[in-house]
């Protein structure tokens, strides 16, 4: 079934992610846990026309490359468990693709550099791409949560080590 797929995908940076992480271990391992930390984002100048509108929203979804990752591990140990799991069932950075993933609050947008709050995102990381956060589209009531649920309430406390470096 894969004979229509492309054999390469490629994206180019829109723009790059500030913050005060220089280093992986010690930060927070999700946005939840990084409360009140703030970060900019400067969206390259050819992007910049692409922000129109997006000041009306309070949360964007940044998607961005984990730049510093090692090679892919298709079985790891997540930081909120001591059980090896699949990675596609984590939010390891130690994946096929490493893409990461985060909900952060949006605090105001001065031309092209958009000022964050509640960053878990390494310094000088890649961005992907930029949504819009939307409470109906994005939010799944009853929503099962699989071996995290022996992990609820932990991440707020959880920083990252060097288990993925």
Do not use: C
């Not at 995908?9 to 790059?16: A, E, H, L």
């Not at 271990?25 to 009140?36: F, K, S, Y």
């Not at 947008?109 to 995102?121: F, K, P, R, T």
């Amino acid at each position: 079934m894969q004979s229509n797929l492309p054999s390469k995908i490629t994206y180019q940076p829109i723009g790059i992610i500030h913050t005060s992480f220089s280093n992986i271990e010690g930060m927070p391992i999700q946005p939840a846990g990084a409360a009140d930390i703030r970060g900019t984002i400067e969206i390259f100048e050819e992007y910049s026309k692409g922000l129109k509108d997006l000041d009306g929203f309070s949360h964007i979804v940044l998607i961005y490359h984990f730049h510093q990752a090692q090679s892919a591990k298709l079985i790891v140990t997540p930081f909120l468990d001591t059980i090896p799991h699949g990675v596609f069932s984590t939010r390891a950075p130690s994946r096929p693709n490493p893409i990461g993933l985060s909900v952060v609050r949006l605090l105001k947008i001065e031309q092209n550099i958009l000022h964050i709050e509640n960053v878990d995102i390494l310094n000088d990381t890649p961005l992907i791409d930029v949504k819009p956060y939307v409470p109906e589209f994005d939010q799944s009531p009853g929503a099962r949560i699989g071996w995290l649920k022996e992990a609820k309430g932990r991440v707020r406390n959880k920083k990252s080590d060097d288990r993925f470096v």
